[in-house]
């Protein structure tokens, strides 16, 4: 799942281990756009409380967007290069079809700025014509803007970068009007299901949906009709692809995604969804990936005891809003047959999680078909959600996620796609950032430890546990539900280690070196938010690992890590998180969050040292392969 991511790992990881930054280039160098930033039409909004305001006032002072967009603080991730092997070895009917993925992918960029932020388009639009009137502090912007998809984001350090004065984030994004306050919100649903408008408050409620106002009432639209022109074209490009990929199954996934982008039934995208996660043996990766981790708003239902009795009553789940990405690559079979010697272990990992007979798991503990497939992609292009450098970016995923139809209702199952030129290391500079990073941070007898490759077999654990566990039932938990399930998906990776090294996967010097890479990895530059649940819940390890006594962090910020002691907590603190997923009650939740939620001393001393020797504030995306095919 990833919820991210978004089975994403921890943001602070792959800001700090994929420090691939390009020497060559300074702030003078973006006088250029990326194509697939060209690619994006330029449109109003609607529902918008700035409707029909033309113009904007930057809001970083040239000292700030120079420094921002220095190679030093803002840090690249390159995608396939035009020369790229990969590429050059595709059979001609690929090297076709993977154009016209490029071309669906791209309008993503499109749709999920919209969501994230009705102010994205018009501002971009802004930019563009200051740039052409020669702004130079627009044309710094915009490379912050490109970055980062968006006007508002937070970055490395916590901290949220309004590129637009009297701009901000909403807690509902822009997924709901940007007037709409939580206490209207729910005093609005109340009425309506008191009203008997129950079918119109389960469309408000459901992830598919944009809200907008509708009188002194909220009514919702699906992102089929909202996006109707956008996802057409998409749809055309998958069935152009369909015409000449060389692979079958891969065709009837791409012509079952196009169908289910011009109806807007999500049955459809539950059979395009399922075909999707049978996928293993293709030549190319596509996917439109939908993760619920940005919508602040929906889940708060659950914290009005009079809304929550009234939802109960009516049989309506609220579900947090899909924000739209998109991802094409070419799939490497060298790396993905690495990976999949983990997926005969997935059901003597289900044998092994905390009280396995009371709740459904999407492994079947009895070794039957565990309907999970793996492949490690090269990638292309990354766009919308997915290519957001936001503080981090995504590593690897696991799709659908278990609020989709594919899942509930036809027992389908799940993929993982790993992000080779996300997790590799290929700089020189890179690398001795990290050996600076280690002397300033972990105690130095522990370094013999530290691995890369251990960093990826940690995320094909964390990846796979998002399968293990409650399959359902955890909607109680509100906010707090994806920032539990990305915790439980690091502790199921670290508490099974020991079964995994007796049944042959890892050898004892593999163990110890996925543990302290892990624990070096997980600390931070800066106390998150807590809407960032990928970096909350390296706070909670942290401290819980700190009060069992598996690591310690000194008074000079130096990491300590007590291999021994580290599975066992894993195991745990495991088993105290599928507690709370099990009971699904909001208040269970929010009191272990809290709990463990603390940043210590020592935690804002280490991070300290971390930013002595990392400057990396935020990161932008290079796809060289993409924009030639988007040229052609």
């Not at 070196?513 to 390296?538: E, F, G, L, W």
Request: proline share 3%; glycine share 6%.
């Amino acid at each position: 799942m990833n919820i991210n991511p978004i089975n994403r790992i921890s943001t602070a990881n792959i800001t700090l281990k994929g420090s691939t930054i390009d020497s060559a280039k300074t702030a003078d160098d973006f006088s250029g756009e990326n194509k697939l930033v060209k690619e994006l039409d330029k449109m109003s909004m609607i529902n918008n409380v700035n409707i029909g305001k033309k113009d904007y006032e930057l809001n970083l002072s040239r000292e700030e967007l120079e420094k921002r967009t220095h190679k030093d603080y803002l840090t690249t991730k390159k995608m396939l290069a035009v020369d790229a092997p990969e590429y050059s070895e595709l059979k001609d009917g690929d090297k076709e079809a993977l154009k016209h993925l490029v071309k669906a992918a791209v309008v993503l960029d499109k749709v999920n700025m919209q969501l994230d932020n009705p102010n994205n388009l018009p501002f971009k639009e802004f930019l563009e014509k200051e740039i052409e009137k020669g702004n130079e502090d627009a044309k710094l912007t915009k490379v912050l803007f490109d970055a980062q998809k968006g006007v508002c984001s937070l970055d490395r350090e916590s901290n949220m970068i309004e590129l637009a004065k009297g701009v901000s984030m909403r807690p509902g994004k822009g997924v709901y009007p940007q007037d709409l306050e939580k206490e209207e919100f729910h005093q609005t649903l109340i009425n309506m299901l008191k009203n008997g408008k129950v079918d119109e408050v389960a469309k408000i409620l459901n992830q598919r949906t944009v809200v907008e106002r509708a009188g002194n009432e909220l009514v919702a639209v699906d992102y089929v009709d909202k996006f109707r022109d956008d996802f057409a074209y998409m749809a055309s490009e998958l069935e152009k692809a369909a015409e000449t990929s060389t692979n079958e199954d891969f065709n009837e996934f791409l012509k079952l995604q196009a169908k289910a982008l011009r109806t807007a039934d999500p049955m459809l995208d539950a059979y395009a969804d399922k075909k999707w996660a049978t996928l293993q043996d293709t030549p190319l990766e596509f996917t439109i990936t939908r993760e619920n981790y940005s919508d602040e708003l929906t889940e708060t239902v659950v914290e009005n005891p009079e809304l929550k009795k009234l939802l109960d009553e009516n049989g309506i789940v609220p579900v947090a809003k899909d924000f739209l990405g998109g991802r094409v690559g070419i799939v490497n079979k060298k790396g993905t047959d690495a990976i999949l010697k983990v997926k005969s272990y997935l059901p003597l990992m289900a044998q092994n999680m905390p009280f396995k007979d009371e709740y459904i798991q999407n492994i079947a503990p009895d070794g039957k078909d565990s309907k999970q497939t793996m492949v490690d992609a090269d990638l292309v292009a990354v766009t919308g959600d997915v290519g957001e450098f936001r503080a981090g970016i995504t590593l690897a995923e696991n799709l659908p996620n278990d609020d989709k139809l594919s899942i509930k209702e036809l027992d389908g199952g799940r993929r993982n796609v790993y992000h080779r030129q996300i997790r590799l290391i290929t700089s020189e500079d890179a690398r001795e950032k990290m050996q600076k990073r280690l002397e300033a941070t972990l105690k130095p007898e522990l370094h013999k430890y530290y691995n890369d490759e251990a960093d990826h077999w940690f995320t094909v654990g964390h990846e796979n546990g998002h399968s293990l566990g409650p399959k359902s039932g955890t909607e109680g938990l509100g906010k707090y539900k994806s920032i539990i399930e990305e915790n439980k998906a690091d502790m199921v990776s670290l508490a099974m280690l020991d079964v995994l090294t007796e049944a042959g996967m890892y050898t004892p010097e593999q163990r110890s070196q996925i543990i302290v890479t892990y624990a070096a990895d997980n600390m931070m530059t800066s106390k998150p938010t807590m809407s960032q649940a990928h970096r909350v819940r390296s706070v909670m390890q942290n401290y819980y690992f700190i009060k069992e006594g598996a690591i310690e962090i000194s008074k000079d910020g130096v990491l300590n890590v007590n291999i021994d002691k580290m599975v066992p907590t894993a195991r745990k603190m495991l088993e105290e998180i599928i507690q709370v997923q099990m009971k699904g009650d909001f208040t269970k939740a929010e009191k272990y969050v809290t709990d463990y939620f603390v940043w210590t001393p020592e935690m804002e001393k280490m991070a300290e040292n971390i930013k002595k020797v990392s400057k990396t504030l935020n990161g932008k995306v290079e796809s060289p392969l993409a924009d030639k095919l988007l040229s052609e």
